[in-house]
């Protein structure tokens, strides 16, 4: 600045105006200066900095038509239909319930899954989960045969067992604002389960993880 | 208005220092300027908040950190650090936005990062609208419109403003110095409005520094919803009730065991199969296992308990492959009689020597053999002839003339099984001196009593 300053000395009329002109002059050097390089990055910077990207929308997922709303971020909402009592080794059952996006904007979502209780050890509980199925239960527990079906019936081999570690069912699912998922699930009790799970029980959580896709 | 002026002048005098400072910074002490485009790090952060960035290595970054990084898809993201990991001199970050529910999905690998410093809410919208091209217009205009309205009052002030230049000279001091001392005396002289004028002018450099090293960025939301099973219960098998052991019959001391169905669950299933198991004591002990995998739910034991001895039986139910349940068990004791023969061979009767030999089946080609029940009974025989020669005993070899020893030697008995000592084709000659009257007499023994049989041929 003082270098601005130096040549105003003589003329004091006309100082004040030659000091901003050259100020005037300085910023502009400095600022196109400093911007060259970011031209092209202000003129693209500033499409995605106008007002309109702000993203005053929300990220909200609902799942079984619970948790509605951003205070339920986070929340857990219990699968009535997921039960089933009395189970010997090999008997499964299967539920479907929706998993919805209620925000304003499009998400992808991860579905993991962990077991808890007796039963989420190995060839304890395992679960299977695809999305759109029909969900089928045929058999009686007076037979032992209960068995659900989400398109293929429920067998050790193509269900994932559930511990406390978690398992990863499906990724980057995406959900269009006001689009929704049917999950179907097979919930099984391993044909192999050992004899120390008599009488234990069990559960699992299934963990849909959104996030917000793109701006 | 004047006052006014004044005010937007020294506005715009400071925001232009603050912007060259920012100008500097930004150049050379790798500061930088974030933009905030949605809430993910509120409520510190909102929404349009603008944040003072400064560029730190990767071996400075610390959990807790905020920290603006790119991510994959080109999108800046600015989330605190969850956990920071150094190698070499790169870090591998784990961001979580503090109103997400969750860490991001990406690990960012950097080599530096922009760490904030301090933010501003709002400050984004304002900064967000002044970098659009009408607001540079604008910004361009206020500065001009300041600009220009001021020489219009220095005309009234010139007189002052030249004395105190003058003053300065007077005094001596450098061009530099005066320079400083219009900086000095600007507040309290109207004067000082030129360099107001000319300061909100600088106004403009405010947008153009920003501008130059604004990032907009992206706190992206998360949410986490969790669909929790209702309960699943593995049911279980009911303990089984312990068997009804009863001997097989009178002269088999072995134990036929039987049982009732084993309930699983509560709704009418039954085990699957099931074992049964032999003890020797009434608890613990280890199990021979019967008729593994029955499902007929009668089990008839092979062995039986020896004198004073007592078997022990339990059921043990299975369901699947793994499920097993072991019942109470059941004492037995077989109701010890005396032994009793069955199945003796040859027969009484009139017979060839060469058809009785025929007709014989003993094992190892023995001279009469038969069942003896239960086991464990020890069997005498005597075996004597008349023939030619007169009596004549049978030593289990041969026939003598002179019995020696006692008359009733033991018989071999394997089992429930017993055998005359030699070979039939001794025993049973077809010779003419042979003709004549055999007779075979057998005595079973145990505890309990003895019973004998006696076998009388006549061999033509």
New interface residues.
Partial sequence: MTQHRRPAGPSKRRSGRTRALLSLAAVGVLATGMSVKGTFAFWTDSATAATGSFSAGTLDITVNGQLAGQANNGGSTTVASLTLGSMVPGESIAATFPVANNGSVPLTYNLTGTGSGGLAVTNGMQYSVTFGGTATNTGSAATGNRAGSCGAVATDTNTTLLTSTASTFATARALAAGASDTVCVVARLSSQAPNALQGLSGTASLVFDSKQVGA | MRRLRELLLWAGAAL?LLA?AA?LA??FLGFGFL?F???SMSPEIP??GIALSRSVDAADIEPGDVVSVTAA?G?RVTHRVVSTTLRGDEASLVLQGDAN??P??EVYVVRSVERVVASAPFG??V???L???PGLVALVCL?LVL?LS??AR?EDD?ER??DR?HHHDHTGEG??A??RG?DLAAPHEP?GR??G???A??V??V???L??????T?A??????????????????ATPAAPSVAQTSALNQAATVTWSATP??????TASSYDVLRYTAATGGTAAVLCAGNTSRTCVDSASPGLLETYYYAVRAR???????EGARQSYQPSLVAPVFSNNQPSSGTVVANDLRAALNCTGSAPACGTVSPIGATVTYSFTRVAKRGAECWTGALWATVCTGPVSTNATVTGTTWSLPGIEDNAWPSGDNDRGTYTLKVTATNTFGSSSQTITVTIL
């Avoid at chain 2, 369901?319 to 349940?325: E, I, L, Q, R």
């Fill in positions: 232009g060259i100008g930004v150049t933009i485009r949605s809430g929404t349009g898809n999108e529910t969750t991001d999905a984004g919208y900064v967000a609208h970098l659009t091209p500065s600009y001021g020489p220095d010139d403003d030249d230049h061009a530099g005066r320079g219009d004067g030129h360099r004028a000319r300061r002018s600088v403009a450099l947008a153009a520094t501008l130059g090293s604004t990032s907009a992206l992206s939301f998360t949410d986490a919803g969790t669909a929790a099973t209702s309960t699943f219960q593995a049911t279980s098998i699983v669950g509560p709704n009418g299933l369901y699947g492959t793994s499920w097993v349940a």
